[in-house]
C-alpha cells in the first residue's frame, strides 16, 4: 500500500504536548516499534529541528533516525531511506528544500520509497512536497505556487486557519488558475492518502481539512469528515 499523509500543522514541532498526529503516522506503517526517518532539511536549523524530533519520538514506541545532507551516515542514501518504515519531513522552505533534494537524488529515491510502501508524511513543507502544486511563502512576498514532486494529483495548502493570508490567498491562486484544485488544512490536521482511500484526521477537536476547487469561477470549500484522534 502506497501511503501519504500531509499535515496542515501540529505534530512533535507545533504541538509537543499532543503526539496524536505522530502516533497515528507511527501507526500508518503497520509496525510495532516502527524505524523513522526525519528529513529537516527545509531549515537553516536542522540539528536543533533533529534534536526536538529525538526527544518527542523517545516518548514514543518506535526506532528514530534522522538524514543530514551535511554529514550523511553513509554514501548510499537510497538503501538508508528504503530501509525504513516511515519517512517524516519538516516544516520550512519548501523550495529550498526541493532543491536540495534534486541536486542530492532524494526526488528519485523518494518515488522508490512511496512505490515500495514506506510511509511518507510531514507537516508544512513536508505536506507540500508530496503534491504536484502548493501555496507557499518560501519567496518573500505574496504566496505563490511552487511545483513540487508531484505524488499527490492536485494542490495543498497547509496552515490553512493558522496564518491570516492563507485562504485568501489560496483563493486568489485558484481564481486566477494560477494553482490546481487540491487540498488545505488547518493547524493540527491531517490528510491520508492509502492507495485511493482518502481520510482526515485532527489532533483537536475543530481542526479540519478542506476540498478546494472552483465551480465555473467561483472558489468552493468543502469541508471533509475529519475524525478527531482523541476521541
Known amino acids: 500500500m502506497r501511503q501519504i499523509i500531509a499535515m496542515g500543522g501540529g505534530g ?10 505522530d502516533q497515528y503516522v507511527l501507526n500508518a506503517s503497520g509496525r510495532s516499534r516502527p524505524s523513522v526517518c526525519f528529513l529537516p532539511h527545509a531549515t537553516d536549523d536542522a540539528s536543533r529541528y533533529a534534536l526536538n524530533f529525538y526527544t518527542a519520538f523517545a516518548r514514543l514506541d518506535a526506532r528514530p533516525f534522522h538524514l543530514s545532507l551535511f554529514t550523511p551516515p ?3 542514501l537510497e538503501s538508508f531511506l528504503l530501509g525504513m518504515d516511515v519517512i517524516y519531513v519538516g516544516g520550512g522552505n519548501t523550495k529550498s528544500m526541493l532543491a536540495l ?3 542530492w537524488g532524494l526526488d528519485t529515491i523518494l518515488r522508490k520509497a512511496y512505490d515500495k510502501g514506506i510511509v511518507l508524511a510531514g507537516i508544512s513543507a513536508g505536506a507540500n512536497c508530496w503534491f504536484q502544486e502548493c501555496s507557499t511563502d518560501s519567496i518573500p512576498g505574496p504566496y505563490t505556487m ?4 508531484g ?3 492536485g494542490s495543498f495548502c497547509p496552515h490553512y486557519d ?3 493570508e492563507r485562504r485568501p490567498s489560496l483563493h486568489r491562486l485558484l481564481s486566477s488558475g494560477s494553482i490546481l484544485p487540491g487540498y488545505a488544512a488547518d493547524n493540527s490536521a491531517a490528510v491520508h492518502f492509502a492507495d485511493d482511500a482518502v481520510t482526515c484526521v485532527a489532533s483537536v477537536p475543530s481542526a479540519r481539512v478542506y476540498r478546494v476547487g472552483l465551480e ?6 468543502e469541508a471533509l469528515p475529519t475524525r478527531y484522534l482523541g476521541a
Open 12 to 21: 512533535f514541532s507545533m504541538e509537543p504536548g499532543n503526539p496524536l498526529l
Open 74 to 76: 553513509t554514501a548510499d
Open 101 to 103: 533534494w534534486r541536486e
Open 146 to 149: 511552487l511545483p513540487c514532486l
Open 151 to 153: 505524488l499527490v494529483p
Open 162 to 164: 493558522g496564518e491570516v
Open 216 to 221: 465555473g469561477r467561483v472558489v468552493v470549500e
